[in-house]
């Protein structure tokens, strides 16, 4: 198996600063911090809605849950929006705000619809889930895949992929103390087999690796 790239915490501000540019740079910045903070799938950001993540009266939840009709596999999953992350947000709404975008005429959530996608296109339009293939009802979330894919590749960053960033979420909080059972929880993974490919992949490629040096060379035939 492959080694899947993760981000670094300077590739990270790589990828902030060379998405930086208007008019969606703090789209862009919002964007990369919830894939690498919240730790959420292609299929959540794009489903992501405001009320999710914001209180009626207009603040950021601190601790807040991401509903099973968003949620991968459907598990509901409690997460965070610390002081430290929350300028990013707090930047890209208010940009939503300054470019009236699904406005509301009620004044709870900044005056902002609460059931809008909270993560809009370059089309200031939620990024659509597509149909996998003719007459499946499974959708898959192209737009946002081929988003992050450009966050990406306007960097020096190679190998990395959308799953990269979800990624490098996990592997950090393993890093940082987060056991099998409170991964298992804020990611919504369920296998520990799965976690254990996404904690410690480099380990699990040597591991590969040393069973197929010389794997064909045989002890020789004594006379």
Not at 195 to 222: A, G, N, Q, Y
Request: glycine share 4%; with cysteine.
């Amino acid at each position: 198996m492959a080694v899947e790239k993760l981000f670094t915490e300077q590739e990270l501000q790589l990828l902030l600063d060379m998405n930086a540019a208007p008019p969606h740079g703090q789209r862009n910045a919002a964007l990369i911090i919830g894939a690498v903070y919240w730790g959420l799938t292609p299929s959540e950001l794009s489903l992501l809605q405001l009320q999710h993540v914001m209180a009626q009266s207009g603040e950021f939840y601190r601790i807040w849950t991401l509903p099973e009709s968003v949620a991968y596999n459907g598990e509901v999953r409690e997460l965070h929006t610390e002081d430290h992350v929350l300028p990013f947000f707090e930047a890209y709404m208010e940009s939503r705000v300054e470019r009236q975008l699904f406005r509301s005429n009620k004044s709870w959530y900044r005056y902002s619809d609460p059931e809008s996608y909270f993560f809009l296109n370059d089309r200031d339009k939620e990024f659509s889930l597509s149909l996998r293939s003719k007459g499946s009802s499974d959708r898959q979330p192209v737009s946002m895949n081929s988003k992050l894919k450009q966050l990406i590749a306007k960097t020096s960053i190679q190998g990395a992929k959308p799953s990269s960033f979800r990624d490098t979420f996990i592997k950090n909080m393993y890093e940082a103390g987060c056991g099998y059972k409170e991964l298992m929880a804020v990611s919504g993974i369920k296998g520990k087999e799965t976690l254990d490919r996404k904690i410690r992949p480099r380990e699990r490629e040597l591991e590969k690796i040393f069973k197929d040096l010389f794997c064909k060379v045989k002890v020789p035939k004594t006379n």
